[in-house]
């Protein structure tokens, strides 16, 4: 047994997977959902509230659609579509914390929150300052967790939090075989198109070469055909084998 936010005794846990109310969360979320939500390049949009349309932060919570981000009071999705699809104690915002899976579900969907933050690397500026609703503004400290931390304290990658996903982490190479791994693979994909290019340019190189040694032999031949250039100077009468004129 267990009790609420409240204090209220709520029973004992409570799940009925798959029970819940089709019209609002006819499925759970699909990846290709999450990369479009990942891919919205504003954390948030006016009026901060569940009606905000193209803000990450009110599509991944799950009250819009995450198919064009545009905000849908009656569904529940990407987050909120987990809560839902339990259809017990997780579908009570009171006492959701209470199941085991709550902690499982939120871990998940602050990695999808890492994978914004790694691909927008946003300024904590982005957060928004004032306007938004109680307990969501930049400098609003977060209850009821001790030590106090403020929301835009979390607005960083969990790096410098102290944690990692390992899903998310990026492995150095252990060898260099490891290394070339990928530009291998892409060379197996198109290794055809590689040996084609190699056979193309080296029949250019010799046609070239073979264009260029004809037009040099060609230069040659005119050159010894040619008749050789008099000398009129040589051929002078007058001429002596010394500079001296005669006495």
């Known amino acids: 047994r267990s009790s609420d936010l409240y204090g209220t005794e709520e029973g004992p846990l409570i799940r009925n997977p798959g029970g819940h109310d089709k019209g609002r969360t006819p499925r759970l979320p699909t990846s290709a959902e999450v990369e479009f939500c990942v891919s919205l390049t504003q954390y948030e949009t006016e009026p901060m509230d569940r009606s905000a349309n193209m803000s990450f932060r009110n599509t991944l919570e799950g ?4 198919r064009t981000g545009i905000a849908n009071r009656s569904m529940s999705t990407l987050h909120n579509a987990l809560h839902v699809f339990m259809n017990g104690s997780m579908s009570s915002v009171q006492g959701s914390a209470n199941d085991p899976i709550f902690v499982i579900h939120h871990a998940f969907v602050d990695s999808i929150y890492e994978q914004w933050l790694r691909r927008h690397q946003p300024l904590v500026e982005v957060y928004p300052e004032a306007s938004a609703p ?28 102290g ?45 070239f070469g073979c264009i260029l040694a004809l037009a040099c032999r060609k230069t040659r031949k005119r050159r010894r055909t040619q008749p050789e250039e ?18």
């Open 134 to 161: 109680i307990g969501h503004n930049r400098g609003y400290f977060m209850v009821p967790f001790i030590p106090a931390y403020t929301n835009g304290e979390f607005f960083v990658q969990s790096a410098e939090l």
């Open 230 to 247: 008099r000398q009129p100077l040589l051929e002078a009468e007058d001429y002596r084998s010394t500079y001296q004129t005669q006495m």
């Open 63 to 66: 009250f819009a659609d995450p």
């Open 163 to 207: 944690y990692e996903y390992e899903y998310l982490a990026e492995q150095a190479p252990s060898s260099f075989k490891d290394l070339l791994a990928p530009y291998l693979e892409q060379a197996r994909e198109i290794w055809q198109w590689l040996v084609s290019a190699a056979l193309i340019g080296g029949l250019l190189t010799a046609i």
